[in-house]
């Protein structure tokens, strides 16, 4: 069993930034890659951003190219989401995500494949 946990989010102004983090635990071996996506009210969840923990190669969405970088700390067993220039489309609550299933299965436009999730953490940027 893996359990993740996010905090960071909160309400921030048009233009401000926030760090979104997510603690990993409870796991044998490192997830082969780990997202953060996103849910608006009455919209699809999104995925937003993945990365492959092995290589630290990296996927966004394009409605968050350049503003958003995810990372990972190994030793802290923990995956970022730094955003930054937000805006009300970013209104949403942000999920991590673990996928432990293995490089045959893929990690990017497939949410059904993302064995593990957190509770979720709300971000509001006001209009």
């Known amino acids: 069993q893996v359990q993740l946990v996010e905090s960071g989010g909160g309400s921030v102004q048009a233009g401000g930034s926030l760090r979104l983090s997510c603690g990993v635990s409870?796991?044998?071996?490192?997830?082969?890659?780990m997202a953060w996506f996103r849910q608006a009210p009455g919209k699809e969840r999104e995925e937003v951003a993945v990365?492959?923990?092995?290589?630290?190669?990296?996927y966004y969405a394009d409605s968050v190219k350049g503003r958003f970088t995810i990372s990972q700390d190994n030793a802290k067993k923990t995956l970022y989401l730094q955003m930054n220039s937000l805006n009300q489309t970013d209104t949403a609550m942000y999920y991590c995500?673990?996928?432990?299933?293995?490089?045959?299965?893929?990690?990017?436009?497939?949410?059904?494949?993302?064995?593990?999730w957190g509770q979720g953490t709300q971000v509001t940027v006001p209009s």
């Open positions: 995500a673990a996928q432990t299933r293995g490089s045959r299965f893929p990690c990017v436009g497939s949410e059904s494949e993302y064995d593990y």
């Open positions: 409870g796991h044998s071996r490192r997830p082969y890659c």
């Open positions: 990365i492959y923990t092995g290589g630290g190669s990296t």
